[in-house]
């Protein structure tokens, strides 16, 4: 058979499919995404989460840096509660300035650059240094000096009285801040550096790095142009397996400088397995010491909760075909309690047989209900 008959294309179109779908059930697409499908989903709010949502209260009231670390093993959503917040955070954010969310993944890399080069790229598409440079001329002497001791950089020091002389000139702006946003990132020192920044040494450490974010974040939070910086960090394991334990040790070490380096303006999420977390946390006491807000994300343990997974992910896709189509009542459920109950009892034994694992994650879960849900579109 060939596979134009096999995916029925010779008979129902797909476009009828899924209109029958949407009469006979309510949908008009697989309500459960695929194991491979890791972003997109719909969230299902949890009492674990409230934690960090009291923590942004706080910080967007007293602007004091905030750590969280989200914990749990592969597959319980760790990721899909930082799309959650990303998202949540830009809407909330959308018509205020001075906010900057900052999601990054470390897929695997031996050194921090790449975290503290982001920022600044971040930094670079608001114009930040061109806003700066624009506030800072206005200003008297005397209060043009008392923003840049802010600064503890002798070097950013320079670069700011460098900016406040460029401001009256556009063209001369522009190239002053695209040099310094190159020696920010720790790229060597060239003559055009040298003339236009008036500066000799290059940013080749991640300490000097992360003291120059700490001397902008501040100086710009004192002229009005920063309020934070939400820094989402997911799959921190990665670092775990794929290097050395010193390059490992020097990873976590720049995270904690960073902590230290912004005592304000951070609001910092970290995703990690539960397994990573003890190897990290034994390795360098002083990381533990920095991520004490923990909020654990479990397992699947019981078919209720199962059914409970079902029924929000179900009402999602219901709700998107209503919207599309209209009204309906649907003959037939997708797939019954029951049948989640009984997929739910077999992932339990296969987990604990095959993991050593208390509870389903969401995504073995999801994945079998996806597969299962395809078998009920077939019959139809």
Same mark, same amino acid.
């Given at each position: ?194 003339? %236009? *920044? ?5 940013? /080749?450490?991640?300490? +000097? &790095? #992360?003291?120059? =974010? @700490?001397? $902008? ?14 820094? %989402? *960090? ?5 670092? /775990?397996?794929?290097? +050395? &334990? #010193?390059?490992? =040790? @020097?990873? $976590? ?14 609001? %910092? *999420? ?111």
């Amino acid at each position: 058979m060939s596979l134009r008959d096999r995916l029925g294309k010779a008979g129902i179109s797909g476009q009828d499919k899924r209109q029958l779908m949407f009469e006979r059930l309510g949908v008009t697409r697989n309500p459960y995404p695929p194991a491979g499908e890791p972003t997109g989903h719909p969230h299902m709010e949890t009492p674990a989460e409230e934690p960090i949502v009291r923590a942004i209260e706080s910080f967007d009231r007293d602007r004091v840096s905030q750590v969280f670390l989200i914990e749990g093993t592969q597959g319980v959503g760790k990721s899909n509660l930082l799309n959650y917040f990303q998202s949540e955070l830009h809407d909330l954010y959308k018509d205020a300035d001075g906010y900057y969310i900052i999601r990054y993944y470390p897929d695997p890399e031996s050194t921090f650059d790449g975290i503290l080069r982001r920022i600044f790229q971040e930094f670079e598409q608001a114009s930040v240094l061109t806003k700066l440079a624009k506030y800072l001329s206005e200003l008297s002497s005397a209060e043009q000096e008392r923003t840049i001791a802010i600064a503890s950089g002798h070097e950013m020091r320079v670069i700011l009285r460098t900016l406040i002389a460029s401001a009256d000139d556009s063209a001369t702006l522009s190239e002053v801040t695209s040099a310094a946003y190159e020696w920010l990132t720790g790229l060597r020192i060239l003559k055009k550096h040298r003339e %236009l *920044l008036k500066i000799s040494f290059r940013l /080749d450490t991640v300490e +000097s &790095k #992360t003291q120059a =974010l @700490r001397d $902008l974040v501040f100086c710009c939070s004192d002229a009005k142009l920063l309020n934070g910086v939400y820094l %989402l *960090l997911d799959e921190l394991e990665k670092q /775990d397996y794929s290097f +050395s &334990k #010193t390059i490992v =040790l @020097r990873y $976590l070490s720049a995270i904690r400088a960073l902590i230290d380096a912004l005592p304000k303006h951070l609001f %910092l *999420l970290v995703a990690l397995t539960i397994e990573a977390k003890r190897r990290y946390f034994a390795m360098l006491p002083a990381f533990a010491g920095r991520l004490q807000n923990i909020v654990t994300i479990d397992p699947i343990k019981t078919p209720e909760a199962a059914v409970q997974l079902n029924e929000f992910y179900l009402k999602q896709a219901r709700d998107e075909a209503i919207q599309e189509l209209g009204k309906v009542v649907p003959q037939g459920e997708v797939i019954s309690k029951e049948e989640v109950r009984s997929l739910f009892s077999s992932l339990l034994r296969r987990a604990a047989a095959e993991k050593a694992q208390e509870g389903v994650t969401h995504r073995d879960l999801l994945n079998a209900l996806h597969l299962k849900a395809e078998t009920a579109f077939a019959q139809l």
